[in-house]
């Protein structure tokens, strides 16, 4: 029998939060267990309950196009983890890709374009009325990806 999940990639989307720094550290113990590379994923939205995100002040008042602070911000959180768990070689390695859509959509297409062997994500775990209303993004992707896909959440 051919392990069909060899050499294919674990897709993190994060979203720069507890939770995503969570699912990206359990990423590097399946990626060291499966041998396979890890692809971190940013969506780039700015939603409506939460207006300015990704807002930056610049010291020349300078308009920073939304892509631009995204793809620092995501820079920022590799690194910041890279040197919070130094221990953890799989960080050093990972790919990071940005794209600009409505999280749920993208994550899907990009789990489907790139080929990859699961997604893991972290999650709130919203319950109650906020969680009708607004629904989960990961509950959403669990629900329309044809992948497994593992959610962690974050130890208190």
């Not at 010291?59 to 920073?64: E, G, N, S, Y």
């Not at 890279?82 to 890709?97: D, G, S, T």
């Amino acid at each position: 029998m051919v392990d069909s999940t060899k050499d294919k990639p674990l897709l993190v989307p994060v979203d720069f939060s507890p939770h995503s720094e969570a699912a990206l550290l359990k990423a590097c113990e399946l990626a060291a267990c499966m041998k396979s590379p890890i692809l971190v994923l940013h969506v780039v939205h700015d939603p409506g309950d939460m207006q300015g995100y990704y807002k930056r002040t610049t010291k020349k008042k300078q308009l920073v196009r939304i892509e631009d602070i995204a793809q620092e911000m995501l820079d920022e959180f590799i690194d910041s983890l890279k040197k919070k768990y130094p221990k953890i070689k799989r960080l050093e390695n990972v790919e990071k890709v940005l794209v600009v859509g409505l999280p749920v959509t993208r994550i899907l297409e990009v789990a489907q374009k790139k080929d990859v062997a699961m997604v893991i994500m972290g999650s709130q775990g919203r319950t109650g009325l906020e969680h009708i209303l607004l629904g989960s993004k990961a509950e959403q992707v669990v629900r329309l990806c044809p992948l497994p896909v593992t959610i962690v959440k974050r130890h208190a």
